[in-house]
């Protein structure tokens, strides 16, 4: 059960995105200032403690995420303000990591993990990139795949080895460093990722190189947490739509709606995104946990919304007609932004593997 609080705030980022994303083209582009009030309202603050000056706790990041899903937003409001923020956090009291930390909040400065190389299939353990010291600090040479706002970040968080003793660390990248180079992607949903490429490119800094694997796990279940979140917050978003298109669209002298075959596919639809909402709340709660819940919890909940999406965006595609797969429909941009979801960070499959090797079970 929601506080009052809590309410008043899932309010206001209604009006949010009333305000910033108004309209029904589902297409926007990144915008520097809106990502600024947006971080006035506590947004980009959700993964840092209050004490430090962060905002709330993990039901608050499931409503910001699920409010905020419906406006399809090209900000980094998880990129930077989640998972960049939770590595920052656990990187703490790394005096590097402490100084980025409010330009993160404010919105000032955007930050982005790079730790997806090819074949790893998020693993984020399996790198092979390499970090190499000098009389200066370390230089770094590897490739990273589909950065999530690759251009658009003023930092890159990168994981690499040490090329000497083989361990795991974690370095800050200035965006204008000598050596970055980024080669701009777009994502079926429209949002800017990129492939990076490191050559002889210099760290501004060392984050963290004790523990790195676990501070890589936690930060990225903590954003998969938030990605269920707002899956759901789109499934919400279609099923609305949906209902208000079979309550208007007539065929045979009457709505369509009232055809007890549709009917039942909505109440379908309705019961799957129930579920992934139960277990949003508690991938949200579990990032509090203990690792092995946070796991456990984040991997079911991920597959969840992965089967539900899948079912909640087909049928809503299908039953608008052929009008659901076009530009000018809403329905269209929410589908293909849960269709990158689902592949974002881990895919079901990844998920169902981590599952298997935790519980010691067979596939």
């Given at each position: 059960?929601?506080?009052?609080?809590?309410?008043?705030?899932?309010?206001i980022l209604?009006?949010?995105?009333?305000?910033?994303?108004?309209?029904?083209?589902?297409?926007?582009?990144f915008?520097?200032?809106?990502?600024?009030?947006?971080?006035?309202?506590?947004?980009?603050?959700?993964?840092?403690?209050?004490?430090?000056?962060?905002?709330?706790?993990p039901?608050e990041?499931?409503?910001?995420?699920?409010?905020?899903?419906?406006?399809?937003?090209?900000?980094?409001?998880?990129?930077?303000?989640?998972?960049?923020?939770?590595?920052?956090?656990?990187?703490?009291?790394?005096?590097?990591?402490?100084?980025?930390?409010?330009?993160?909040?404010?919105?000032?400065?955007?930050a982005?993990?790079?730790?997806q190389?090819?074949?790893?299939?998020?693993?984020?353990?399996?790198?092979?990139?390499?970090?190499?010291?000098?009389a200066?600090?370390w230089l770094?040479?590897?490739?990273?795949?589909?950065v999530?706002?690759?251009?658009e970040?003023?930092?890159?968080?990168?994981?690499?080895?040490?090329?000497?003793?083989?361990?795991?660390?974690?370095?800050?990248?200035?965006?204008?460093?000598?050596?970055?180079?980024?080669?701009?992607?777009?994502?079926?949903?429209?949002?800017?990722?990129g492939?990076?490429?490191?050559?002889?490119?210099?760290?501004?800094?060392?984050?963290?190189?004790?523990?790195?694997?676990?501070?890589?796990?936690?930060?990225?279940?903590?954003?998969?947490?938030a990605?269920?979140?707002?899956?759901?917050?789109?499934m919400?978003?279609l099923?609305?739509?949906?209902?208000?298109?079979?309550?208007?669209?007539r065929?045979?002298?009457?709505?369509?709606?009232?055809?007890?075959?549709?009917?039942?596919?909505?109440?379908?639809?309705?019961?799957?995104?129930?579920?992934a909402?139960?277990?949003?709340?508690?991938?949200?709660l579990?990032?509090?946990?203990?690792?092995?819940e946070?796991?456990k919890?984040?991997?079911?909940?991920?597959?969840?919304?992965?089967?539900?999406?899948?079912?909640?965006?087909?049928?809503?595609?299908?039953?608008?007609?052929?009008i659901?797969?076009?530009?000018?429909?809403?329905?269209?941009?929410?589908?293909?932004?849960?269709?990158?979801?689902?592949?974002?960070?881990?895919?079901?499959?990844?998920?169902?593997?981590r599952?298997?090797?935790?519980?010691g079970?067979?596939?």
């Open positions: 059960m929601l506080t009052d609080e809590q309410v008043q705030f899932a309010q209604d009006r949010v995105v009333e305000q910033e994303y108004g309209g029904r083209s589902g297409v926007h582009r915008d520097r200032l809106r990502l600024g009030r947006i971080a006035e309202l506590g947004c980009l603050s959700l993964a840092v403690p209050e004490h430090m000056g962060g905002y709330g706790g039901v990041r499931m409503l910001v995420m699920q409010h905020l899903a419906p406006g399809l937003p090209a900000e980094p409001i998880l990129a930077s303000g989640i998972h960049a923020a939770a590595l920052l956090v656990a990187a703490l009291p790394n005096p590097a990591a402490a100084e980025l930390l409010p330009g993160l909040m404010d919105g000032s400065v955007i982005t993990v790079a730790d190389e090819e074949g790893a299939r998020y693993r984020t353990g399996q790198v092979a990139t390499l970090a190499r010291p000098d200066d600090g770094l040479d590897g490739e990273k795949h589909l999530a706002f690759a251009e970040a003023d930092v890159l968080i990168v994981s690499a080895r040490d090329a000497q003793g083989g361990e795991l660390g974690l370095y800050c990248i200035d965006a204008q460093a000598p050596g970055l180079h980024v080669t701009a992607r777009s994502g079926v949903d429209g949002l800017p990722r492939d990076v490429r490191l050559v002889g490119c210099r760290a501004s800094a060392l984050i963290a190189d004790r523990a790195v694997d676990a501070m890589l796990s936690a930060a990225t279940d903590q954003a998969e947490a990605q269920v979140a707002e899956m759901v917050g789109l919400d978003a099923i609305r739509e949906t209902t208000g298109y079979l309550q208007t669209r065929q045979f002298g009457t709505e369509i709606g009232r055809f007890q075959a549709l009917q039942h596919r909505l109440a379908d639809m309705w019961m799957w995104c129930e579920e909402r139960s277990l949003a709340l508690a991938a949200a579990s990032c509090e946990a203990s690792a092995e946070r796991t919890t984040v991997s079911m909940a991920k597959m969840q919304a992965c089967d539900a999406a899948k079912l909640v965006a087909a049928e809503a595609v299908q039953m608008h007609g052929g659901g797969v076009t530009e000018e429909l809403i329905v269209s941009h929410w589908f293909k932004r849960l269709l990158a979801l689902r592949a974002s960070l881990g895919d079901r499959r990844f998920h169902l593997d599952l298997v090797d935790l519980c079970v067979a596939a």
